[in-house]
């Protein structure tokens, strides 16, 4: 792998000092789901696929399952063989007997003066079934059809994808911020000709048009030869239009007011197999095209369902928040199907942490009695460095409280300790990806003790290893940093990258692939793509990707999507992305370019080349810094020496350059990072 800019990453993160540990409260402990050591001996690798069979035993299944994994045709894993189920009649209906009255979902509007609703498992039965009915009447889908959803955080976006999940539809959500190209290119992969989306929604106090974005989808799509024949806008406020944008005749329809036709409809819940795709979730990868990792209905749900019950310790009486964008598998697996499925009550808010003031999340958590809260440590840094002292001002509490997306500093983990969770609540920091569905790694909250900036062991059935850059296993405990991969297959595991099954295959089983067309799991690690060490007590520390991925504020960006951006601008020849570290975000790209011969550089031109990475995918991944520089340090076969440029940005010492083919431009850009002074 030739870019090892997150080396540098890894030396920093070993001159970390281990950290002493936090127990449990008893309090805690007394009320936890998971108390039984005995998990881990149900759960060694002697007990090996069958163990999981207590995962799939927290749904509810039209037919059980025969065979709990099937291996034939590896890497490609097929669990709960057989069994035929539903997502939306695990999150909706079979609540209803208990809970038909009890809040599924409170909505909190960004503004704080509107009032919070509340939908109860009855209305979501309602709605979720007359959504169905629309997608199905209305717009002719049918089990198997893909639906591209481009919605904000409202509870429309969680009905939308029940009722897909209902008919069998795969439901493929776009992260709202993400622009109309970036939502187009999505649409185009998955082969959607329906696209589902809001007029608009509240960000940072004022209204964004997100319909507008809806139309520069079609269009792209179109360009790239692929037709959207119908748009159905759900409006923010229902019976009145929030966009500027016109409707399109013929193609766009306001889902409120098509929704009249369908008051009372009852859609039976397909029984779909178990290895039916649920949904995609598109992400960044080495190469600029984001890839949609398919996840499974029976496999997927069982495994949200039960790191939801014994990680998050989701309780049906709780009310549990997390804070993530449903555009995210954080949002999919932990806002809406694994909370569901257990039948408690999630949070749902439209707006950024600190709208208006960084108070806004305690009294979020004061009013509606929160009890489990949900965030990434960018969110943390952010609201500790906006509001230190803001927590205790509010009267609310948390048993638990989890981290997700990044490596956690210590001592940020422990303002979240002592301030948020105020030294009474447990904390679970979280490792896991987009590809694998649930969590992997953290500590299980009532029987293991906590320790600041390490993800801790991996869960019960999950059989981490790392190896070194030549495939030998570095011992248990070593200390020693290398690439993180899983040993075996889980129920959580994406099934494949869409349209691209080599792809899927190259990426996350080839590298240290033992046997070629074995069909034995364990000759098929799962490569995680991660940096990590296991210093003797077992606990895993991650320290960041060793492939061309940014996580900037916890939002994964390929750097060849970025680059591939800057060079839609004409005067640009070449573009190289690297990040830098940040106090809040964590990491953020800065974007050095090369223009084509006789092009001058210029403020303006540093301007449309950022603007252009805005177009293409979002303002997310706005460069820090757009550097013209006058040539890329290259290696003398070529290939951009991006730990160069990345020891640049960040004020460090470039190392050894004497592999370079040209030397000489190290200097140039340190005296342009002087000049310039970020
Ligand atoms: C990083 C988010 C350190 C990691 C669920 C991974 C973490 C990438 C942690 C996946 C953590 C996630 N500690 N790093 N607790 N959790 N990461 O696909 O580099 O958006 O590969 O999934 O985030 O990001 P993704």
């Not at 959500?173 to 649409?187: H, L, T």
Request: with cysteine.
């Amino acid at each position: 792998m030739e870019q090892k800019t997150d080396l540098s990453e890894a030396e920093i993160a070993v001159h970390w000092q281990e950290e002493g540990y936090y127990q449990p409260s008893t309090s805690f402990i007394a009320q936890a789901n998971l108390t039984d050591p005995d998990i881990f001996k149900r759960f060694s690798v002697d007990n090996f696929p069958e163990c999981f069979k207590e995962f799939a035993d927290l749904l509810t299944w039209f037919k059980y399952w025969e065979k709990t994994l099937d291996t034939s045709n590896a890497p490609f894993w097929r669990w709960f063989v057989g069994g035929r189920i539903n997502a939306s009649y695990n999150c909706v209906d079979r609540h209803l007997e208990k809970y038909r009255n009890k809040a599924a979902i409170h909505f909190v509007p960004e503004l704080e003066h509107e009032p919070v609703q509340h939908v109860t498992y009855q209305e979501l039965y309602v709605r979720v079934n007359e959504m169905a009915a629309l997608l199905r009447n209305l717009c002719g889908l049918k089990t198997g059809d893909r639906v591209t959803l481009h919605m904000p955080m409202v509870p429309e976006l969680p009905i939308t994808m029940l009722a897909c999940a209902r008919i069998g539809v795969i439901h493929s959500q776009v992260f709202s911020g993400f622009s109309g190209k970036a939502c187009a290119d999505r649409i185009v992969d998955s082969g959607s000709r329906v696209l589902i989306t809001m007029d608009g929604y509240y960000r940072s106090g004022t209204m964004q048009d997100q319909k507008e974005k809806a139309d520069i989808a079609v269009k792209d799509a179109a360009a790239e030869g692929y037709k959207v024949d119908t748009v159905l806008i759900w409006q923010r406020y229902p019976g009145k239009y929030s966009s500027p944008q016109k409707l399109v005749e013929g193609r766009d329809v306001i889902v409120n007011d098509a929704l009249k036709h369908y008051r009372g409809a009852r859609i039976e819940p397909e029984h779909m197999p178990a290895e039916a795709p649920l949904f995609l979730m598109y992400t960044s990868g080495t190469t600029g095209k984001p890839k949609g990792c398919q996840h499974s209905t029976g496999g997927y749900l069982a495994y949200v369902t039960w790191t939801s019950k014994n990680i998050q310790d989701i309780h049906p009486e709780d009310v549990y928040w997390c804070m993530a964008d449903i555009g995210w598998i954080t949002g999919h697996s932990y806002i809406v199907y694994g909370p569901l499925a257990l039948g408690a009550s999630s949070v749902i808010y439209e707006g950024v942490p600190t709208y208006p003031d960084p108070g806004r999340p305690w009294r979020i958590a004061e009013e509606l009695g929160v009890n489990i809260f949900h965030t990434s440590p960018t969110a943390i840094r952010a609201l500790r460095r906006a509001g230190p002292d803001e927590p205790q001002k509010y009267n609310f509490r948390f048993k638990h409280m989890t981290t997700v997306g990044e490596p956690v500093e210590p001592e940020v983990w422990r303002w979240y300790y002592e301030h948020v969770g105020k030294g009474a609540a447990v904390i679970v920091d979280t490792w896991w990806q987009t590809e694998n569905g649930g969590f992997l790694c953290s500590t299980i909250p009532a029987l293991n003790p906590m320790k600041p900036g390490s993800a801790g062991p991996a869960l019960p059935g999950i059989y981490p290893v790392i190896y070194d850059d030549d495939g030998n296993e570095i011992p248990r405990g070593a200390n020693r940093a290398g690439n993180i991969c899983i040993r075996n297959p889980w129920p959580g595991i994406f099934q494949t990258v869409w349209g691209d099954p080599d792809r899927f295959v190259r990426q996350y089983y080839e590298r240290y692939n033992k046997k070629k067309g074995s069909t034995d799991w364990r000759d098929w690690p799962y490569f995680a793509g991660d940096g990590a060490m296991q210093p003797p007590d077992g606990y895993y520390r991650i320290l960041g990707r060793i492939d061309d991925v940014i996580n900037v504020a916890g939002h994964r960006l390929g750097t060849k999507e970025i680059e591939s951006a800057a060079l839609t601008v004409p005067e640009v020849v070449e573009a190289a992305v690297v990040p830098v570290p940040d106090e809040v975000k964590g990491r953020v790209p800065d974007l050095y370019v090369a223009l084509k011969h006789g092009i001058k550089a210029s403020r303006e031109l540093e301007e449309k080349i950022a603007k252009a990475v805005i177009t293409e995918i979002s303002p997310i991944a706005r460069p820090r810094k757009v550097w013209i520089v006058p040539d890329m340090p290259k290696t003398r076969s070529g290939k951009i020496m991006r730990r160069v440029l990345a020891a640049v940005s960040s004020g460090k010492d470039a190392g050894d350059v004497s592999t370079l083919a040209n030397p000489e431009v190290v200097a140039e850009l340190r005296k342009l990072a002087e000049q310039t002074k970020v």
